[in-house]
């Protein structure tokens, strides 16, 4: 964020010739923050409406390519299909496999492969807004991974009644300081 500039308004500054006063994003008031944060959100939200026109988009015209498809004989058709299927379901596999080790998630490898798998990536705006979701992902996950908040109580190996139903020698192995 260092690199982005800030011109007296608060708008970023877009112009490499640009005279006037700039400011870094740490220099920004919480107002102007806000409406920078939302603005980026805004385009984050218009970006993947974007994605989701174009992958409509994109399955319509797929749709329209598969009926405008000349049949050929019928035995020939089905071992063609099956042929096709199984290399296909191998490739979404194999696709699979390879965001699963880029570090993307099971629900987003699941969207980016409703809009065309991998190859999908090789757009930039689909990279983005993949990349977009991972991160909203991660944050929802380390959110959950937290317990709760800082009211919610520890996360413990034994209730309180587990501790109660347990003899004395249970409880020295499972708390080896008590004897000390």
Request: charged share 35%; no cysteine.
């Amino acid at each position: 964020m260092a690199d982005i500039k800030f011109d007296e308004n608060g708008a970023v500054i877009t112009d490499p010739n640009y005279d006037g006063e700039s400011r870094t994003f740490e220099e920004l008031t919480d107002t102007e923050v806000e409406a920078y944060v939302a603005d980026r959100k805004a385009e984050v939200a218009k970006l993947n409406d974007i994605i989701e026109r174009k992958g409509k988009k994109v399955q319509t015209l797929n749709d329209t390519l598969k009926d405008d498809d000349v049949s050929p004989p019928q035995g020939a058709r089905n071992n063609q299909t099956g042929a096709d299927d199984k290399t296909k379901s191998e490739n979404d596999r194999l696709d699979r496999i390879e965001l699963r080790q880029e570090g993307y998630s099971p629900e987003v490898i699941d969207k980016i492969m409703e809009l065309g798998g991998k190859n999908a990536l090789s757009n930039p705006i689909v990279k983005k807004s993949a990349d977009e979701l991972q991160a909203e992902h991660d944050a929802v996950r380390a959110t959950d991974n937290m317990g709760g908040g800082p009211n919610s109580s520890p996360e413990t190996k034994y209730s309180r009644e587990d501790l109660e139903k347990m003899s004395v020698e249970e409880m020295e192995q499972v708390l080896p300081h008590a004897d000390k």
